[in-house]
């Protein structure tokens, strides 16, 4: 007998020793971009490295194209990726030409764009608009390797810059400048004064109007919600890549009140550089978020990436800027201790081997919430 119970102890111990404790490790995505010469063997290349380094999933962009979504959503589950559609919602530079914000000096953004060219937004208030949106959406979601559709510019044009954007656009943005502020088509003003009795052309200064900032952040709500009912009808998830906040940017920069969206995952783009702010502020900015959404649904902190990072103080375009490698571990470190699900690259091309190295050390460690 006690022969026996020797052998089964043993038995017991090296079965101990022989099984892996779970690795730990917290879960992160990468944004990604369609390039020109892009075919599903660059897919595989960029997939399995980035599977590699530690990634659970890829929220690419190949916009409503059925065709490249499909490619690369299956390259993605051979890679053991979860895979989001990418897709920036407003921007269309080519429908009827009805179908597009105005601006408070009455210029469509189809003719006049604010800031940049491609800032052909369309209004999310007109119908033809959302219903167009929303058989487009279907069209992606129908697709059996997509997880998710990933909602981006799903807003109106940024009536207020980041800060840290100011001097490249040659802009002091202390006010709401009418160039920038939308929309004031014939539908939105009707709705908003059948909603409230108050014509917003009658308004001095529409911007101290907080009836008239709530009902275009409802619009853009509305017009999540009904989209992301459509996609979930098909099966599949909705996540969304959204300014920070809500409350301190989001709501009044680009009317999103994104806690409100009826959606399973936000990605809110925590680009410190862009607020002018250290990397300390991404756990801080991430707490705001977390305690926003209530656990409604999880947050998963963007970060922004500087690539050519050894030269970062000598790049004017602030869009060149991002966390150097020196910084990561203290953006994750910030992000899941304020209560984030994950992290979110933008974007892993732009990662050097510095920043993988600090990348692998940050994502296999144990965070405690705050």
Not at 24 to 50: M, N, P, R, V
Not at 129 to 140: A, D, H, Q, S
Not at 257 to 285: Q, R, T
Request: with cysteine; aromatic share 12%.
């Amino acid at each position: 007998m006690k022969k026996v119970f020797i052998a089964l102890a043993a038995v017991a111990l090296f079965a101990t020793a022989c099984t892996k404790a779970p690795e730990t490790k917290i879960k992160a995505y990468g944004w990604q971009g369609e390039g020109g010469k892009t075919t599903e063997e660059t897919l595989q290349a960029d997939f399995s490295k980035w599977k590699s380094h530690g990634l659970d999933g890829v929220c690419y962009n190949a916009g409503f194209n059925v065709e490249k979504q499909a490619r690369a959503a299956k390259v993605a589950h051979a890679n053991g990726l979860e895979y989001h559609a990418w897709i920036p919602t407003m921007l269309k530079g080519d429908a009827d030409s009805s179908w597009y914000a105005v601006n408070r000096n009455g210029e469509s953004a189809y003719n006049v764009q604010a800031y940049v060219p491609y800032y052909k937004f369309m209004c999310p208030n007109n119908e033809n608009v959302i219903n167009f949106l929303t058989g487009e959406y279907e069209k992606i979601a129908a697709i059996p390797d997509v997880d998710y559709v990933h909602f981006d510019y799903i807003r109106y044009v940024d009536v207020i810059l980041a800060k840290g954007l100011w001097e490249k656009y040659g802009l002091v943005m202390n006010e709401e400048y009418p160039t920038a502020d939308y929309c004031y088509c014939d539908k939105c003003i009707a709705d908003f004064k059948a909603a409230t009795g108050i014509d917003i052309k009658t308004v001095e200064d529409p911007s101290k109007c907080k009836e008239w900032a709530q009902f275009r952040c409802d619009v853009i709500t509305h017009l999540v919600n009904h989209i992301a009912d459509a996609v979930h009808a098909k099966g599949k998830k909705v996540s969304a890549a959204v300014f920070p906040g809500p409350d301190s940017h989001a709501k009044w920069m680009v009317r999103q009140e994104w806690d409100e969206w009826n959606i399973d995952a936000v990605f809110p783009m925590n680009y410190n550089d862009f607020y002018l702010e250290d990397a300390a502020w991404v756990g801080k900015i991430t707490k705001e978020e977390v305690d926003a959404v209530n656990n409604k649904f999880p947050v998963y902190s963007g970060l922004f990436i500087c690539h050519d990072w050894q030269n970062k103080a000598n790049i004017k375009d602030p869009e060149g800027h991002g966390l150097i490698p020196s910084e990561i571990e203290e953006a994750v470190r910030g992000a899941m201790e304020s209560g984030a699900a994950g992290v979110c690259l933008f974007t892993p091309q732009g990662m050097t081997d510095e920043h993988w190295k600090a990348f692998d050390k940050a994502i296999h460690q144990t965070y405690t919430k705050k």
